[in-house]
């Protein structure tokens, strides 16, 4: 099977005379040596892909990381410096104008982040902008962005401006404009972007459930691993203008390629970005080393415990005691319990939560959180993990944050 | 104390600029005959026109206009202030003064906006034209009529030229940051559909400047009006030339009333024009709509016939 979209040894470097910084780059220097170098910004390096046809193939990586740029190179927005890139096996960079605008205008369609709805049309006539550039007559034009409008289901809305619309129905108008064209390629440049959280998941299920029917070969660019997974067939993880790995969501989440992958994932898991600390919270009560046994068991009746955290001068966790083991002593009626403290279950305040929560699972008491001196900075109960991994469920509020 | 005089020779800036006006009379006559008898000519049949008209007739029309493309106040007052000129004797001075600074402008613009849109297409000839406009706009408007007089000598003529040098700037300045402010994002959208130079400017980039381009007309309309005034020293006629009179003759009375039929003209036009493109709802907007309305019902009709 040939490849719908394919890059071969792709590379696109910013700005005039770059012949000098393309050297550098064959030489194996880093984007940075060539920026201090030349001061031209490498925005592609070296990347190779193919892309079979009914894909959606998801572009995922932070800002900067040359997502827009490659996807750019696909329809001739930008031209590559150095490489190729092949729609239906035809390279892009070698077309002239007549042929590159004749690309653009039949076999690729594109949906920006911010719209891109000219203000002063209706939403029939931003839908039916690329048909008028191709020189479709009016009423027919008129006719299939009202049917487009209607996959999309906006048909109440064709003669309103697009100020009128929401975000959601913003993107809906752009992505009707696109597939209005009928082309068998669509660029989706951070489609959701620019929609808060709800209606982002709605539009995601509704591109999936439209491609089923549609079939198109997608090119998806984003900064959400969530809806990365959610919608790649295949997914390609940038960074510094070059791709880590490609491959579908099970195997870039169960074989990541290689450390950077492996933190990418996990920076969208809520365990990366709450640590123990942020999670633990100040016992109802504690002891103190110097403190009697009578006041411990005092302590552990008041509040219903079995057992306290036992600590030293400032703050210094020293460990923990048990009520079984205080019962005797306080019937030989000793004073000192320093004889029966025992290890505590500790954690780091910076370990991170899918960590803690092996940790946890493993210890039947509390798990105390003590930073790099020792000091006693809190505990994590069982109750509050739990809670918390189902909030995370609950809404992405908490890995955003 | 006496300053000490700066010993070198003084430069001839001047003397060069006399020598090429000169150069241009001497080689290019015959161009500068022919734009002096076209604009004669178009000025001379445009104001024969509209002065053939009785006044009435031409109130009430522009009334309509007025009323069209602003609203009903406008054109009320704008109908009263006319009739006021008319009834103040200066109805044919005014016909010429509006002559005059309409064809002006029409060819303000028809150089301006082009060389604002150039400039947007080239780095260098927005740099290059940056320094002659701000040379343009600041020079004192009379410097103009000394080599408007020496290549079209007096008349109408020269008036027309030194209104268009002054009236210029605005137009470019104005289309090239209208276009200049359009969203990128825009473009590469025209772009990435398909459309070629043409397109991108003609669907995107001008629509959507319009705003900032009607300004620039507007700025146009009322640079032109001031410098009519002045072209009638050497000989444009119109409204302006009564303001001469009434100045060398120290004619209070007779300066009030001109200077108040440039005002009128001023405000009436500014009114005009100020309104397009500005997305305002107007009564000829409201018109358009209901016939687009109209066409849609009918066009239902015959779908559901089908």
Known sequence: MTAKIEAKNLVKIYGENTDKALELFNQGL???????????????????????????????????????????????????????????????????????????????????????????????????????????????????????????????????????????????????????????????????????????????????????????????????????????????????????????????????????????????????????????????????????????????????????????????????????????????????????????????????????????????????????????????????????????????????? | MVLPSLELPKLPLGDAIEWFVRWLIKNLEVIFDIIREVLNAITGAFSDGLLWVHPVFLIVIFGLLIWLITGKLTALLSVLGLALVWNMGLWPQLVNTLVLVVVAVVIALLIGIPTGILMTRSQKLEGAMRPVLDFMQTMPPFVYLIPAVMLFGIGVVPGLFATVIFAIPPPVRLTYLGITQVPQEMKEMAIAFGANDRQVLTKVELPLSLPSIMAGVNQCIMLGISMVVIASMIGAGGLGEVVMRSVSRLDLSLGFESGLAIVILAMVLDRMSRNVGSGKKTPLSRIIEKYNNYRKQKQEKIEEAA
């Open chain 1, 30 to 401: 880093s984007r940075s040596e060539i920026i201090q170098e030349t001061g031209l910004t490498v925005g592609v390096a070296g990347v190779n892909f193919e892309i079979a046809e009914g894909e959606i193939f998801v572009i995922i990586g932070l800002s900067g990381s040359g997502k827009s740029t490659l996807l750019r190179c696909i329809n001739g927005l930008l031209m590559p410096t150095s490489g190729s890139l092949l729609v239906d096996g035809k390279a892009v960079e070698k077309l002239n104008e007549e042929q590159l605008r004749k690309l653009r205008g039949e076999e690729i369609s594109m949906v920006f982040q911010h719209f891109a709805l000219l203000p002063n049309r209706t939403i029939t006539d931003n839908v039916a902008f690329g048909l008028e550039l191709r020189g479709v007559p009016y009423e027919k034009r008129r006719e299939r962005a009202q049917k487009a409008l209607v996959s999309v289901g906006l048909e109440e809305w064709k003669d309103k401006l697009p100020e009128e619309l929401s975000g959601g129905m913003k993107q809906r108008v752009g992505l009707a404009r696109a597939l209005v064209m009928e082309s068998g390629i669509l660029l989706m440049d951070e489609p959701f972007g620019a929609l808060d959280a709800l209606i982002r998941a709605e539009m995601q299920e509704e591109l999936v459930s439209l491609q089923r029917e549609i079939k198109k070969t997608v090119v998806f660019v984003t900064h959400d691993l969530d809806e990365a997974l959610r919608l790649g067939d295949r997914i390609a993880i940038m960074r510094d203008g070059a791709i880590e790995q490609i491959g579908t969501a099970d195997e870039i989440l169960s074989d990541p390629a290689n450390d950077y992958v492996d933190r990418f994932i996990q920076g969208v898991d809520v365990s990366k970005i709450l640590d123990a600390r942020s999670i633990s919270k100040w016992p109802r009560e504690l002891v103190r080393d110097t403190e009697s046994v009578s006041v411990a068991l005092h302590r552990m009746k008041k509040t219903d415990t079995d057992y306290l955290f036992v600590l030293g001068p400032r703050y210094k966790l020293v460990g923990m005691v048990m009520k079984e083991d205080l019962l005797p002593l306080a019937q030989k009626r000793e004073k000192n319990f320093n004889d029966v403290i025992k290890e505590a279950n500790t954690v780091s305040a910076d370990t991170i939560m899918r960590d803690v929560y092996s940790e946890l699972r493993n210890a039947e008491k509390d798990v105390a959180v003590i930073d790099e001196n020792g000091r006693f900075l809190g505990v994590i109960t069982h109750s509050v993990l739990l809670m918390t991994l189902d909030e995370r469920k609950g809404g992405d509020g908490i890995a955003e944050s």
